[in-house]
């Protein structure tokens, strides 16, 4: 038995999702393309019971690719019941979605949430009524607290039945729909498209110009059928008559219905208070503090970022020194197999996974901004910005998630209603520095730079990655993507104190997804690192090497010490010697002529060959560069031979490079699936990393006449 759960973006769908599955549920997306779908089973008495979470809606035109996907679903699927969630505090905005349900006939239960917050609103509303009027059960819930769920589950194994509203769309469009309907019905409908859907609700889409439905049609009964004349001469009528296209004046008639059913069953207990969201409001949404307020959010988000993840970095980095040392004492030493284990397992996954605190309280950051309603206002404090560089401000949702991810950042994009809109903010979400390239920046700054300067030098590499979104959206808007940027119109849903249920599965599943990539990506690379770095050996070094070493040790004029410090230096011989000779050496090697006016020598352009992987594994792979088998290697270590190695000036230029060079592998194959051509990912890699390297010129040959 399956069920869909419908809503409007911020009706809770997601809080009841999580309450009824729990942790049984699955996120995927959709076949064919990226929009998130979630699945999850329920038990309802005897009954188990399949949910399917759609995307948040408002609407069920096709002008996003989220309508589109519900309506699709919904009307393919057969679902015993469709839960219509709806925000009961701002019922008249959410009652148009529910309408639109109606009208497609389907079996509907209006679940209402937010009841919780009904009282404090001045609001009391009269289900029975509603239930008299629409002809379906109406179920008062909370879905923050859990009540009423319990009565939601036993309305859902209910036998269904199909809601039929009629709305008065007044006697010119019900007498177009009712001559089209018959037309429709001899023809045959495209069932192809939407098995369910009635052919009244066809004629209704027919007259507002629903392109998908329209195209269903062309296709169906080819572009000159007397369908589309009889349409054509049905819209002029209409418009001749309200002097506006029949899609407004449909929708006009269906706010008309809505208003009516709210007077009848709502009651206003309270008239013009300004509620908590109000007063919330006119501080973060004011026109001088608005502004400097979501910047110093900002900034604490990072703050907290870092500071709370020290202590278990620590912890993650110590367990991987006591894994490695316990590896060594159980494995042969010296032998192929425990490098492998040691240096090129443990230490390229352990690199890795030491940066899941960092990737954990971001995310926890993340999700409390947009659950609690304040990533709405920074969207819309951003719209008149992103606009001034052609980019429509829900952009910025997905350029912030950036910072988390650019693969999940860039599936968010889906969000944006126009394919230029898309593409411009698909190409530049790379610069928005991601989570992975967080572990360099980690790595770097405290091996160069005193302690009180390390957010700041974080935050300005945070700062030019976003200059630099700007300025490459400025430029793409002005260059390939020209044209009238699209108006705005986004909801401020009320502030609301999110569950932490919801933000733990949040965070978790985030998590999870990185985990796995270190589990999965990341070890396949380190291990093909490792191969690399390897193979072929170089037995000649071998020799001379162990010859030296003979030689010293049989050297009586030679005090203790002075043996153990030449050994030492002949051991760091070999492995750098080893390492050149190797495959992965003679890559670095080559591509060092290029990268050396930036600053580079062999060993971090080796690195970076890495970071074209992933971008995290520059930090796995130095680890190998520099651990030379050592098994303990965290990164404190590896940090001192960088100080040794490097001056500031470099350390800064790797991670302007990491910032902006080519994405990595998993961005590119995104890119190359979203936008559905192998032009926008190729692009964006060859312009990053030219970009990267003027840059990183730029900033290396200045500093280095400054300082
Ligand atoms: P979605 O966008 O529809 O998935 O909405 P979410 O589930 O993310 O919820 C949006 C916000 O409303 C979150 O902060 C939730 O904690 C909050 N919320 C959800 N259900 C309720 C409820 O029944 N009462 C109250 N007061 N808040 C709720
Ligand atoms: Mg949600």
């Known amino acids: 038995m399956k069920v869909a759960l419908a809503g ?32 999850g089973f329920m038990q ?20 996003s690719l989220e309508e589109r996907i519900a309506r699709q679903h919904i009307l393919n699927e057969d679902f015993r019941w469709v839960i219509n969630l709806l925000d009961s505090t701002n019922l008249e905005r959410n009652l148009y979605l529910t309408v639109q349900l109606l009208e ?93 859907a009635p052919s009244r609700w066809y004629a209704l889409k027919l007259l507002e110009n629903d392109k998908e439905i329209r195209a269903a049609f062309e296709r169906h009964l080819g572009t000159d059928a007397t369908l589309f004349t009889k349409v054509a001469e049905a819209q002029a009528q209409i418009e001749s008559v309200y002097h506006d296209s029949p899609q407004v004046v449909i929708a006009e008639k269906r706010y008309g219905f809505i208003s009516g059913l709210y007077r009848q069953s709502v009651e206003k207990v309270v008239e013009n208070r300004v509620s908590a969201t109000e007063k919330i409001d006119n501080i973060f949404l004011n026109r001088l503090l608005g502004l400097p307020i ?42 192929l197999v425990s490098s492998l284990i040691i240096d090129g397992i443990i230490g390229g996954v352990g690199g890795v996974v030491v940066f899941l605190p960092n990737v954990i309280f971001l995310f926890l950051a993340l999700a409390i901004l947009e ?53 411009v903010t698909m190409m530049v979400i790379p610069f928005m520095s991601c989570g992975a390239r967080l572990p360099i920046y980690v790595l770097i700054i405290p091996a160069f730079f005193p302690s009180h300067l390390h957010a700041n030098v974080l935050f300005s590499i945070y700062i030019i990655g976003i200059l630099l979104a700007v300025l490459g959206a400025w430029v793409l808007r002005r260059t390939l993507f020209r044209g009238e940027s699209s108006e705005f119109l986004m909801e401020l849903p009320p502030y609301r104190i999110p569950t932490l249920h919801s ?22 690379i380190s291990i093909i690192l490792w191969f690399l770095s390897v193979f072929p050996h170089d037995h000649a070094t071998d020799e001379y090497v162990e010859q030296e070493v003979a030689l010293i040790e049989s050297d009586v004029t030679l005090s203790e010490e002075v043996k153990e410090e030449s050994i030492a230096q002949l051991e760091q011989l070999r492995a750098e010697r080893l390492l050149e000779y190797s495959l992965l050496g003679k890559l670095g090697h080559g591509i060092a002529p290029i990268m050396a006016p930036l600053g580079f020598d ?66 590119f194959a995104v890119v190359k699936r979203e936008s559905n051509s192998w032009k926008w990912p190729i692009f964006q890699l060859v312009v990053m990393t030219v970009f990267a390297w003027i840059i990183t010129f730029i900033v290396y040959q200045v500093g280095s006449l400054i300082v």
């Open 8 to 39: 409007n973006p911020n009706c809770g769908k997601t809080t009841l999702f999580n309450k009824l599955t729990g942790s049984n549920q699955k996120v995927g997306n959709y076949p064919g393309v990226t929009v998130e779908k979630k699945e």
């Open 44 to 63: 309802c008495g005897t009954a188990r019971v399949q949910v399917a979470d759609l995307p948040g809606i408002y609407s069920l035109s096709c002008a």
């Open 104 to 196: 497609m006939e389907l079996p509907v239960v209006l679940a209402l949430n937010m009841t919780d917050e009904l009282s404090a609103a001045g609001l009391t509303i009269n289900y029975r009524m509603m239930e008299e009027i629409l002809g379906l059960p109406v179920i008062p819930i909370s879905a923050k607290n859990g009540t009423g769920v319990a009565d939601l589950q036993a309305a859902i194994t209910q036998p269904s039945h199909k809601a039929k509203l009629t709305i008065e769309y007044g006697s010119h469009i019900s007498e177009a729909v009712e001559a089209l309907v018959p037309l429709l019905e001899s023809h045959g409908l495209p069932s192809d498209v939407f098995a369910h």
């Open 294 to 335: 979501f910047l110093g959010m900002m900034y604490l988000v990072f703050q907290f970022t870092f500071t709370l993840s020290e202590k278990p970095m620590e912890w993650i980095e110590i367990f991987f020194g006591w894994l490695g040392e316990a590896a060594g004492s159980v494995l042969p030493e010296d032998s």
């Open 371 to 423: 659950s609690t309603g304040y990533m709405a206002r920074a969207a819309f404090l951003m719209d008149r910005t992103m606009h001034l560089c052609g980019l429509h401000g829900k952009s910025f949702i997905p350029m912030i998630s950036g910072f988390g991810c650019s693969v999940p950042a860039i599936m968010a994009t889906r969000t944006l209603e126009r394919e230029r809109d898309r593409i």
């Open 503 to 524: 933000i733990v599965l949040y965070t978790t599943e985030r998590a999870w997804l990185y985990l796995r990539k270190a589990g999965t990506i990341i070890l396949a």
């Open 602 to 667: 062999w060993k971090l352009s080796t690195a970076f060959i890495g970071a074209f992987a992933a971008k995290e594994v520059f930090v796995a792979q130095l680890g190998i560069i520099f651990s030379l088998g050592e098994a303990d290697e965290a990164s404190t270590p590896l940090r001192d031979k960088l100080a040794e190695n490097y001056s500031p000036l470099i350390g800064y230029c790797i991670m302007l490079f990491a910032l902006i060079s080519s994405p990595c592998m998993a961005t």
